[in-house]
């Protein structure tokens, strides 16, 4: 078969099994079998693929139609026009996550963190996020943190890929557990586990049995980890600092009343979706 015919071919199996986007998805997999980009695939459409070519293909479709992942089948994707690797170890970084990532550069440019810029990327998971402020805001170092070594592991590997390495450190321990000494920073933030525990078992397939629980679980109310984190920042933020977090569609106001005894200046903002996505804060002087 050459690459048209696969192309189709993968299409097919793919709408069969009633995946999303079956187009998008048999062009990723054939690019990643193939270690070419897109447009290869447009402009060499006859060149035959070889018989252990073909099989990876057959093997990313049995994944995948078995609800696998693209991304843990492929093994990395694109968040902030950057590549990250996934595993399973870490939650798959989501396009929403990138409002988070541009707020929080936003307050770096602005200057509203004064000249420090130590960020604290708490939860970091796959480094999605501290690994993205690192590449984009050269002037800042980061420590992200992580319950996960395995995660850690991952986050490691995209530090390096990214060229980002000498400015994240990598600290693992139950959230400020893990940070070492007296450090502050001028702003922490944090995408946590925020979904509650009895929603996740109605989740889509793909997430509630591959992605890591652990990444996932927010406690009864989804709030365990907002808590948790609010009542311990204002020792560990810098005068002026900020926290910013991703949130549930649902918990723009739970989780601002849970920052109004500490931080001002609270602003919730939409993703583009239209639902409330990021809640950000000032330390009160
Ligand atoms: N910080 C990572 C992300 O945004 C992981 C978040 C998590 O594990 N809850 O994708």
Redesign the pocket.
């Known amino acids: 078969m050459n690459i048209n015919e696969c192309m189709h071919y993968a299409k097919d199996i793919l709408k069969n099994a009633n995946i999303e986007a079956p187009v998008h998805e048999a062009g990723v997999m054939l690019c990643k079998v193939l270690k070419c980009g897109r447009t290869y695939l447009y402009s060499h459409g006859d060149r035959e693929l070889s018989i252990d070519e073909k099989a990876v293909l057959d093997h990313m479709l049995v994944q995948r139609t078995g609800n696998i992942p693209l991304q843990y089948i492929v093994g990395d994707t694109e968040f902030m026009s950057l590549r990250f690797l996934v595993t399973p170890a870490?939650?798959?970084?989501?396009q929403d996550?990138e409002l988070?990532v541009e707020k929080t550069i936003d307050l770096l440019n602005q200057g509203k963190t004064g000249t420090n810029k130590k960020v604290l990327?708490m939860?970091?998971?796959?480094?999605?996020?501290a690994v993205s402020i690192a590449y984009f805001c050269p002037e800042c170092s980061i420590v992200a943190c992580?319950v996960s070594q395995k995660?850690l592991d991952v986050a490691k590997a995209n530090s390096e890929l990214n060229g980002v390495q000498n400015r994240v450190e990598l600290c693992c321990g139950d959230l400020f557990d893990a940070i070492k000494g007296g450090q502050k920073f001028d702003i922490i933030v944090?995408?946590?586990?925020?979904i509650e525990t009895d929603i996740i078992a109605g989740l889509q397939k793909e997430v509630r049995s591959y992605e890591?629980g652990?990444?996932?679980d927010g406690g009864a109310d989804g709030l365990v980890f907002y808590r948790r984190i609010i009542s311990s920042a204002p020792e560990r933020l810098n005068r002026n600092g900020w926290l910013a977090f991703?949130i549930g569609y649902n918990q723009g106001e739970k989780v601002s009343a849970l920052m109004k005894e500490s931080f001002v200046d609270i602003q919730i903002f939409k993703d583009y979706g239209g639902n409330d996505r990021v809640v950000i804060g000032q330390l009160i002087p």
């Open positions: 870490v939650l798959i970084p989501r996550t988070l990327d939860c970091t998971g796959s480094g999605c996020i992580d995660a944090s995408n946590p586990p925020y890591p652990l990444a996932l991703e």
